[in-house]
Structures are given as structure tokens and as C-alpha cells.
């Protein structure tokens, strides 16, 4: 993959990841900025998702740790852990929500 369609596909992550927030029946605050989403909870907790274009990946971090995600065969897989990024991220913003929510994208 090159630096362009990194971009691209990042680009369309982070705004798959805004609507699904916007979707999700639930009050949590989003904002957007270069490469930068946070979202921010009712109890003052955030989760950052952001670019890392050097390495081609995208990194989450929550109230409890962080997480790097790279593409693999169209999906972004963590790293660490080996999961799936949307599968990831409803259980993150469950956890810091306090209720379940399950996003898509």
C-alpha cells in the first residue's frame, strides 16, 4: 500500500467511525481534527484514534491501554491481540460508555 492509499482508507475509517457514534443511540461527543479522532464519554473518558501515516497503521488508545492496528487482507488487525478494529472498538466504547454499543461500519 502507498502513502496515498493509506490515506484514502484511513480517511474513510475515521469518518465510518464518526457516523457510527453518531448512530449508536448513545451520547458521546466526537471530534475530528488531521488525522485525529477523540471521543468523549459522559464520565469524562476518552478514547483517541489517530493516524500513524510512517507506519501505514492506525493507533486507539482508551482509559486502559493502547492498541496499534494495521491492514491485513482488507481488515485492521491489532497488533497485539490479533482482533478486528470494529470488534475492538465496541467493546472499548462499552467499557467506557457503561452500556453496550455495538458499532459497525
Keep these: 500500500m502507498n502513502d496515498s492509499q493509506y490515506n484514502l482508507l484511513t480517511d474513510e475509517l475515521l469518518l465510518a467511525v464518526e457516523e457510527a457514534i453518531e448512530n449508536c443511540g448513545e451520547d458521546i461527543d466526537y471530534e475530528g481534527v488531521g488525522g485525529l479522532l477523540t471521543l468523549t464519554f459522559k464520565n469524562n473518558t476518552k478514547i483517541i484514534i489517530n493516524k500513524q501515516a510512517p507506519l501505514h497503521e492506525i493507533w486507539v488508545a482508551t482509559k486502559f491501554n493502547g492498541h496499534h492496528f494495521a491492514l491485513q487482507e482488507q ?31
Excluded at 79 to 86: A, L, Q, S, T
Excluded at 87 to 105: E, G, I, R
Aim: aromatic share 12%; proline share 0%; hydrophobic share 40%.
Design 75 to 105: 481488515q485492521w488487525i491489532d497488533k497485539r491481540g490479533g482482533g478486528e478494529f470494529w470488534q475492538f472498538l465496541s467493546s472499548a466504547v462499552s467499557t467506557q460508555a457503561d452500556t453496550v454499543v455495538k458499532l459497525t461500519a
